[in-house]
């Protein structure tokens, strides 16, 4: 099926472990984006990337690693979780860099 | 800091009656701006989006923009229950990136 798909829906994982989200599109849309979603703080920019091989931080990147080598995936690593990175994490694509289209989610558990 | 405000609510409407949803934002540079909704536990979804100022309808969303004071609105008319989720606002600096707001949660209540 066309769209944007991540993977995995639901993550628990320790505090310390490396821990990989994946996330693909189907529209060969150039702009992919990383978000979390926290209470309080709406949706907070991680990363993004405006062509494979082409990555850049957003509002909140330490602790995040990101990479493209392919325009349909953009898999966001956790190289070493905290508690603090228990959130909802948002993939999103774009043609353009804007007009934002969002994958389903995946809900992480740092324990 | 570029900022996005908006009230987080709930925004309790009746059934049938116009919703009016508002945001501000702080960057003078943004130059269009989104509405989404995002029902609780799922993702956001585009409702419609602004550039010019004034006023933009599709069906029974119209978004409302005025640049000067810094302010857009999205307002509903006809609410429905199944209106029910949280409303988003972003503004957008073209070379930059979006901006959220937190969130307007409306329920419609039958």
């Known amino acids: 099926d066309a769209g944007i798909t991540q993977s995995p829906r639901y993550k628990i994982t320790e505090t310390g472990r490396q821990v990989t989200l994946m996330c693909h599109q189907t529209?060969?849309?150039?702009?992919m984006f990383w978000y979390r979603q926290d209470l309080g703080h709406g949706l907070r920019l991680i990363y993004y990337s405006a062509a494979a091989d082409i990555t850049d931080k957003g509002e909140v990147p330490d602790g995040y690693v990101v990479s493209r080598s392919k325009t349909e995936n953009f898999p966001l690593t956790l190289e070493s979780a905290t508690r603090s990175q228990t959130s909802v994490y948002f993939c999103?694509?774009?043609?353009?860099?804007?007009?934002?289209?969002f994958g389903p989610g995946t809900r992480l558990l740092v324990l | 800091q570029k900022e996005v405000e908006q009230n987080s609510g709930p925004l309790s409407v009746p059934e049938g009656a116009i919703a009016s949803l508002n945001c501000t934002y702080s960057d003078r540079g943004s130059q269009s701006f989104f509405w989404y909704r995002q029902y609780s536990g799922k993702s956001p979804e585009l409702i419609m989006f602004?550039?010019?100022?004034g006023d933009k309808e599709d069906g029974r969303f119209t978004a409302q923009l005025n640049k000067a004071s810094q302010y857009v609105s999205l307002l509903i008319r006809d609410s429905q229950p199944s209106d029910s989720a949280t409303y988003l606002c972003a503004a957008h600096n073209y070379g930059q990136n979006f901006v959220f707001g937190p969130g307007t949660r409306l329920s419609v209540l039958p």
């Open positions: 602004i550039y010019s100022n």
């Open positions: 999103a694509s774009s043609p353009g860099k804007e007009t934002q289209y």
């Open positions: 529209w060969s849309h150039s702009y």
